[in-house]
């Protein structure tokens, strides 16, 4: 059955920061929801790109090179491999585009609290 996504409704349903939520896949991409606030490890992800759209709140993308500020209704992909962390002063809500089974944390070793499982539906 084909139904619509109500965004508000579904980021209503967690509180959790860092724990991605899947809503949708299309042609072998997930459209993860999460609730991010505080500062991320530094981590890349070595065969997938990234695109970090703002629903809410504003955060900073940290590149070893420099940073890029995203405020609500901007978008960034970030190239395969790209090192890089996000950071939100104040609790930001995300959609994450990325391929099936990417891991959050890429490659990098973090801590059990930036460590979220994959294919958790909301």
Known sequence: ???KIN???KFSLFSEHWRPKTVAQL???EFKLAKIQGEYPWHAHEDADEMFFIWKGSIV??????????????????????????IAKNEAQIFLIEPMATKNNGTAHVDAKYDAPNDVWI
Do not use: W, Y
């Open 1 to 3: 059955m084909i139904e």
């Open 7 to 9: 965004i508000d409704e």
């Open 27 to 29: 042609n072998g991409q």
């Open 61 to 86: 993308l940290e590149f070893r090179t420099h940073s890029v500020v995203l405020n609500e209704g901007e978008a960034l992909v970030i190239p395969k491999g790209v090192e890089h962390r996000p």
